[in-house]
């Protein structure tokens, strides 16, 4: 199973619900700090940017994606992240993943993209990353080739794996 190496991190994923929310608004928030540091705004400037920014995010998702799940990372309880993801029989598309700056650098980011990648099996897998994002090399690491330039974003796709004897899939370590 391959949540087993989750488990084995002490993540888990879960279905987001409405209590969330305001959880996954810092989520979102703490993805823009550095960004949002240049323009001089007040606290308050910074959160009603911060909210309809995230709000405009969850309704392009969900209009783009209305097969979208919403999971939410947890570690020892604490919500430390989202995984949206969309699955289909011919791929899966990783739409939004993303950590507190307290759960980054501990290899969780690489250990979540390979469960999705296990999860995939021989199915293509799917994402988008900004051309400047430094995640770029994990992503090259993991197989993920660029198949198309969306502008400030590159696609990215990790090619499906040949399934080997006794159904394991060659190339995922």
């Known amino acids: ?4 190496a989750l488990s084995r991190a002490g993540l888990r994923l879960r279905p987001a619900e409405s209590g969330d929310a305001a959880a996954l608004l810092a989520v979102y928030a703490s993805t823009r700090q550095t960004e949002l540091a240049h323009f001089g705004w007040t606290d308050g400037q910074q959160a009603a940017f911060l909210n309809f920014q995230s709000s405009a995010q969850e309704q392009h998702y969900r209009t783009v994606y209305p ?6 990372i947890e570690r020892a309880g604490q919500l430390i992240g989202r995984l949206y993801r969309v699955q289909t029989p011919q791929y ?9 700056p307290q759960a980054r650098g501990h290899g969780w980011g690489q250990l979540l993209l390979r469960n999705e990648l296990d999860r995939a099996a021989t199915r293509p897998v799917r994402l988008s ?16 080739v660029v198949i198309g330039d969306e502008g400030l974003y590159l696609a990215l796709e990790r090619p499906p794996q040949a399934v080997g004897p ?8």
């Open 166 to 173: 006794g159904g394991a899939v060659a190339g995922v370590s």
């Open 92 to 100: 899966v598309r990783v739409v939004d993943l993303a950590l507190v």
């Open 1 to 4: 199973m391959p949540e087993a």
């Open 67 to 72: 097969e979208l799940e919403r999971l939410v």
């Open 129 to 144: 990353v900004e051309k400047s994002n430094p995640a770029q090399r994990l992503y090259a690491r993991l197989g993920f």
